[in-house]
């Protein structure tokens, strides 16, 4: 939807249109090395300090440094911001900024005709184009002449800019990036001042260079206003009635994890120790939690995954909040010590950050298939519970659940995230203190159990009988002396035990103490009566809600339901389940939730699934979900 108006004429001055917006879709598109993820960043913090609501959608090689030009090397960032309510990066841009022609090739397939494109004109060299197939130039042979084009020479306009600087011309050249953002920045009346900031502040010890940044973002900017091709700019008004009044800020998942992790040790009076080894697209969070010493964070990068999660079970034993963080190889990698943390029914949360598999896989694409593999990927009966957040704010929420099922019921607690929400981001709500839980835990201060013959003694495995946790003690404390380790335990003692009926009590006890535990019950979004329920998880909430949405705005009948809790399920899940004629399940893999729903409640659920690496679009999951309400 758009409103055109003009400008206001100068005297003696052409005038510019002005279109109204309520939702923008741009994708920057280049080579690895041309800073697509700052551009972005950048554009979507200034679009976050405007007030519109977003979604962001990175996107970018596994390499290091993919071979420069090809299509592998190609690194996007897309943007969706609206003047309301918005729950997904966008199912295609409205505008494609291409940096080279592979940016181009790799891209233009998923822009729509009657799309803008922006073409930097400088890259498009015939050695460039044949690295990438093109046997003429796509500017020139007709292929764009669906589109509107302008083609700029972002290159050479940078470094007439650049040139009163003391640069080389390949210096200059890097500051094309910030250039494109000038021109967008215009186009879309996006404020300034916060990039201006943000470039002193990183080149602070290269004031030249900042300067460069700035002087070419300027001479974006001042491109726009005055050059014929771009004769219209665009407002899309700031989201006042999607947010309830509070203090925002923009946040990716992983920054809002980190945050909700830092939260949690201060909610529980308890130092945070992070047992790591980096791996995409947990890294970040190793990073974040590394700056945080003033809250008595404690990071440990650790030689590999194994050591990462043994120094962190080992700081659970002595009392802090312990976390570890890794992707799905490493959970593999781990899974003998979360056993252990089974065993030692000690509080340990192992935040997994989602990435396509198997082995290695694809590390930078996005994935939700290691749900099997929390639910069961240990030798043993060993049931660990299962938190996912659904978009990436609501990691800081899922972290502090997480947080709060651990400690209570002392229990290691697989966080699920994934490469989706990790790297996207959206607007948050900064908490009020008096709105966050009260994590705080009693350990063990004396003997709990009294001998045949008087004595007062410490029993590890004494439990609550409400939440059937064992005390936790702390070493070193007077009279709590107690055995650890992975063989099995005598019921109370604690003592090395092999006897048969112990072991089966004890096993049946692990897992009475994880089915317990306290989860609020599914909510379903069912205003009209449907038959049909489409359950989701994780981060497929976003592009499920949008779907659902699109639906009803078509007048069909539909119903939505989004589990946080993947084990225990909320216990209202099966009466739910029993209300629909069909459910279908959509995930980012080939049906884990769905087998656990069929196992569980005999309910026959329809998968829908994708395994491409990228995040579900919301017109496919319309049109498959019209299928099933039809079928």
């Known amino acids: ?232 700019s665009y407002e899309v008004a700031p989201a006042a009635q999607a947010f309830p009044v509070g203090t925002y800020r923009n946040i990716s998942g992983n920054l809002a994890l980190a945050y909700g992790l830092v939260t949690a040790s201060r909610q529980a009076d308890l130092p945070l120790f992070l047992g790591s080894y980096p791996i995409t697209p947990a890294s970040d969070i190793l990073h974040e939690l590394s700056r945080h010493k003033n809250f008595g964070v404690r990071t440990f990068q650790a030689e590999d995954e194994i050591a990462g999660i043994g120094a962190a079970l080992g700081a659970a034993f002595g009392g802090s909040l312990a976390v570890t963080t890794t992707s799905g190889p490493g959970v593999a990698l781990k899974s003998e010590t979360i056993g252990l943390a089974v065993s030692l029914e000690l509080p340990l949360l192992i935040v997994d950050i989602q990435r396509g598999g198997p082995s290695t896989g694809l590390p930078t694409k996005t994935e939700q298939a290691d749900l099997l593999q929390a639910m069961y990927g240990r030798n043993g009966e060993a049931p660990v519970p299962v938190v996912a957040p659904r978009t990436p704010a609501d990691c800081f929420d899922a972290a502090l659940e997480a947080a709060r099922i651990a400690l209570v019921y002392r229990t290691p607690v697989f966080l699920l995230s994934d490469g989706y929400l990790a790297n996207g981001s959206e607007p948050w709500r900064i908490p009020e203190l008096d709105e966050l839980p009260d994590l705080r835990v009693q350990f063990a201060q004396g003997p709990n159990h009294t001998l045949q013959d008087g004595t007062e003694v410490f029993w590890p495995y004494l439990r609550d009988p409400h939440t059937l946790a064992r005390p936790w003690a702390i070493p070193g404390t007077p009279g709590l002396e107690h055995r650890i380790g992975g063989i099995e335990k005598q019921d109370g003692s604690g003592n090395i035990s092999y006897d048969p009926a112990n072991h089966d009590f004890m096993v049946r006890t692990r897992q009475a103490k994880i089915d317990g535990i306290d989860v609020p019950d599914v909510e379903v979004d069912d205003p009209h009566g449907a038959h049909t329920l489409v359950l989701g998880w994780g981060s497929t909430y976003g592009p499920i809600t949008a779907a659902v949405r699109r639906l009803r705005t078509a007048g069909e009948s539909i119903a939505q339901a989004h589990l946080r809790h993947l084990n225990p399920f909320p216990h209202n899940l099966g009466e739910v389940l029993q209300r629909y004629d069909k459910v279908v399940v959509p995930e980012m893999n080939l049906g884990q939730l769905a087998t656990l729903i069929r196992a569980e409640y005999l309910v026959d659920a329809h998968s829908y699934n994708q395994v491409n690496g990228m995040p579900f679009k919301a017109e496919q999951l319309a049109a498959a979900l019209k299928e099933a309400i039809d079928g």
């Open 1 to 232: 939807m758009s409103v055109e108006t003009t400008a206001p004429p100068e005297t003696g001055e052409a005038t510019k249109s002005v279109r109204r917006l309520d939702r923008v879709v741009i994708r920057f598109a280049g080579d690895s090395g041309d800073g697509m993820q700052l551009t972005g960043d950048r554009f979507t913090s200034e679009t976050a300090s405007f007030g519109n609501d977003l979604s962001t959608l990175p996107n970018f090689p596994a390499e290091i440094r993919a071979p420069a030009g090809t299509l592998p090397g190609v690194s996007s960032f897309q943007l969706h911001f609206a003047d309301h309510d918005i729950l997904t990066p966008g199912d295609a841009p409205n505008v494609l900024v291409a940096m080279n022609p592979a940016a181009l090739k790799a891209n233009i397939a998923d822009v729509p005709r009657g799309a803008e494109v922006i073409v930097n004109t400088d890259e498009f060299t015939r050695r460039a184009m044949q690295k990438v197939g093109y046997a003429a130039s796509p500017l020139e042979d007709g292929s764009l002449d669906g589109y509107h084009v302008h083609p700029v020479p972002l290159t050479t306009l940078t470094v007439e800019a650049l040139k009163g600087f003391d640069l080389s011309r390949k210096e200059a050249e890097r500051s094309k990036n910030m250039f494109a953002l000038g021109l967008l920045s215009w186009m879309y009346h996006r404020p300034t001042e916060g990039t201006e900031r943000f470039l002193r502040t990183k080149f602070a010890k290269k004031p030249a260079i900042a300067e460069a940044n700035i002087a070419a973002f300027r001479a974006g900017w001042n491109f726009g206003e005055t050059t014929e091709d771009f004769a219209v």
